[in-house]
């Protein structure tokens, strides 16, 4: 059973939109969430990052939303840029055990 | 810049055969990780390392081995490589629990 889930194997955005990408999760004892990135022939880079006691996380164009009612988040990137495209992997640990679990990952394409 | 270094990039080998995976990290890390990346299914940890000659499984260590002789140096051994184990294999360390992974570029590795 995943504990934490990528829906959309891949997602088409036109360049300058916002892309939105979404990740659920099923253990409540999560406590923090990180999203990496990852092109192809390269090794997932961290992109950001948030904890359980706040609902958003902003880094430039890059926002995380948590809503731990709904088990779920979401990474926002504004606007949308042709550099963007790469698998967007969804992790989410409990800090009483650090170890990672992973989503499965969404193929973001932008579009020029 | 952290620096994660996988040996080869492209790897062949006949079932059967021991298969050595090697993985170097230069910024004295603490924790070093083997994880494999199959299609549909994210990042699956395979073993873990938190200190020189320390060993933990992960989720799916059947069928692997590791060695930590060396801070830098995190090793996973296939004793006798089967087709199901034809995968992306990723190493990855971090300082300290709960700081990012720093992943290396990735070996594929091909069973025949």
């Known amino acids: 059973d995943q504990q934490v889930k990528q829906n959309s194997p891949s997602l088409s955005v036109q360049e300058g939109r916002i892309s939105i990408l979404n990740c659920d999760y099923t253990?409540?004892?999560?406590?923090?969430f990180l999203w990496y990135k990852k092109y192809p022939a390269e090794g997932p880079t961290f992109l950001i990052s948030i904890s359980s006691i706040k609902d958003k996380n902003e880094d430039g164009r890059f926002t995380v939303f948590l809503n731990k009612s709904a088990k779920h988040l979401s990474l926002h990137i504004v606007p949308s840029q042709p550099g963007d495209s790469a698998v967007y992997f969804c992790?989410?640990?409990?800090?009483?055990?650090?170890?990672?679990?992973w989503g499965a990952g969404t193929k973001l394409i932008i579009k020029p | 810049d952290v620096k994660v270094t996988q040996s080869s990039r492209y790897l062949v080998k006949r079932t059967g055969e021991k298969v050595f995976l090697e993985c170097v990290q230069d910024m004295d890390h603490e924790n070093m990780f083997w994880y494999r990346q199959d299609p549909g299914l994210g990042l699956r940890l395979i073993y873990f390392?938190?200190?020189?000659?320390?060993?933990e499984k992960g989720d799916i260590p059947e069928g692997y081995s590791v060695s930590r002789e060396k801070k830098e140096r995190f090793s996973l051994i296939l004793e006798s490589a089967s087709t199901n184990q034809t995968s992306m294999y990723l190493c990855a360390s971090s300082f300290r629990w709960g700081s990012p992974l720093h992943f290396g570029n990735g070996t594929r590795l091909t069973v025949t």
């Open positions: 390392s938190y200190d020189v000659k320390m060993k």
């Open positions: 992790a989410a640990s409990a800090r009483s055990n650090y170890q990672l679990i």
């Open positions: 253990n409540s004892m999560f406590d923090y």
